[in-house]
């Protein structure tokens, strides 16, 4: 693996772990007290990238404190399985930037549900969230949901239907369900809704990893 953050999974292959740990450590301090909060500004500042027109002088000024900030930032990174980034899981969407925030509402071997909300971020165009937004909700939670029932799952095939649009800034709920197994293979099923009307559903294959499988 080559760039900046190469490195870390082939060392995790090579200790046979699989794809996903399963003995991440679970605490609540990695990044801070006020990691939450961090994670949190950043995805305002993604947000308001997106919907702002800065003036020239305001986009350097900008710039140059971005480019400070990521010098610090630069100085502290480390690997994949302990960077609290994905692994915070006492954080809406277990601080991971890229995810629409998500909390679980219940969760448990049968399937879970979670509410969400995206945001100006995850525009698509007149309002609407971009479905390649969706695509990664739903991943992400059926992902959770194979995990719970199964163990450490790679999504195989992810099959979505935008029956309606899904809108930004609203609360949403997402329910992700077992709906079968064969062997190392679970099939899901999901919905997104707002209240009563579903804007998607899906239904997708997960296999279970292989020990050391990456
Ligand atoms: C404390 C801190 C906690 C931290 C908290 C971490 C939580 C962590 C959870 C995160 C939640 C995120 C969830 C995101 C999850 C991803 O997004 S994973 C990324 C996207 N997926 C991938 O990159 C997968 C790429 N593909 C692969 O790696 C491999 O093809 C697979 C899927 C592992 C399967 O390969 P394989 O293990 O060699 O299995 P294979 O023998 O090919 O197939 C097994 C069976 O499945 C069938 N099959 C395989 N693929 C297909 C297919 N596409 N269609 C139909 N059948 C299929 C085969 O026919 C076979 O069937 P049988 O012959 O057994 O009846």
């Not at 060392?11 to 007290?33: D, L, M, S």
């Not at 993604?46 to 971005?66: H, V």
Request: aromatic content about 8%.
């Amino acid at each position: 693996m080559t760039g900046e953050f190469g490195g870390a999974l082939p060392a995790a292959v090579e200790e046979g772990v699989g794809g996903f740990r399963t003995t991440i450590e679970n605490t609540t301090e990695r990044g801070g007290v006020n990691y939450g909060e961090f994670i949190e500004e950043v995805r305002t500042f993604m947000d308001r990238a997106r919907a702002a027109c800065p003036t020239t002088e305001l986009n350097d000024d900008i710039l140059s404190r971005l480019r400070a900030i990521n010098d610090l930032l630069k100085g502290v990174t480390i690997d994949e399985w302990y960077a609290p980034s994905g692994t915070r899981t006492d954080l809406p969407a277990r601080g991971n930037i890229m995810l629409p925030p998500y909390t679980f509402l219940d969760q448990g071997a049968d399937g879970v549900v979670a509410t969400l909300r995206f945001r100006r971020f995850h525009l698509g165009g007149n309002s609407a969230v971009h479905g390649g937004y969706v695509g990664l909700a739903v991943d992400e939670v059926m992902g959770l949901a194979a995990g719970l029932a199964r163990g450490i799952t790679r999504t195989a095939y992810l099959t979505i239907n935008y029956r309606s649009v899904t809108p930004l800034d609203t609360d949403l709920e997402l329910k992700a369900w077992v709906d079968r197994t064969e062997g190392r293979k679970t099939f899901l099923r999901a919905t997104l809704s707002d209240g009563d009307r579903v804007c998607a559903d899906a239904e997708a294959l997960f296999i279970l990893l292989n020990p050391g499988q990456r």
